[in-house]
Nanobody, 120 residues
Framework: QVQLVESGGGLVQAGDSLTLSCTAS????????????MSWYRQAPGKEREFVGDHRWSSGNTNYADSVKGRFTISRDNAKNTIYLQMTSLKPEDTAIYYCNAASGILGYWGQGIQVIVSS
């Protein structure tokens, strides 16, 4: 079992930057975290959850939704069992609850989400 906890959210103004963290814990996490594909998703009020970006452990590649490409950056620190989402040039439309996801094979785990509000 893997527990994911997001942190770093809050209220910012348009144009500001913010970095979210997602830390994993659990019995097997320290041993296997480096082999999880880690993703960020978000859900805006009244909308479905959407993909933001991910980091694939096998290739080391990152992928981003077009809406955040060039503004958001995903990085991970396997020694800390943590993945980060650096968000720059934030826009009001980035307002959402941001969720972290860890996937390994058919297993997937979600964090509880963290609120990000971008005021205009």
């Amino acid at each position: 079992q893997v527990q994911l906890v997001e942190s770093g959210g809050g209220l910012v103004q348009a144009g500001d930057s913010l970095t979210l963290s997602c830390t994993a814990s659990g019995a097997s996490v320290s041993r296997y975290f480096s082999r999880y594909d880690m993703s960020w998703y978000r859900q805006a009020p009244g909308k479905e959850r959407e993909f933001v970006g991910d980091h694939r452990w096998s290739s080391g590649n990152t992928n981003y939704a077009d809406s955040v490409k060039g503004r958001f950056t995903i990085s991970r620190d396997n020694a800390k069992n943590t993945i980060y989402l650096q968000m720059t040039s934030l826009k009001p439309e980035d307002t959402a609850i941001y969720y972290c996801n860890a996937a390994s094979g058919i297993l997937g785990y979600w964090g509880q989400g963290i609120q990000v509000i971008v005021s205009s």
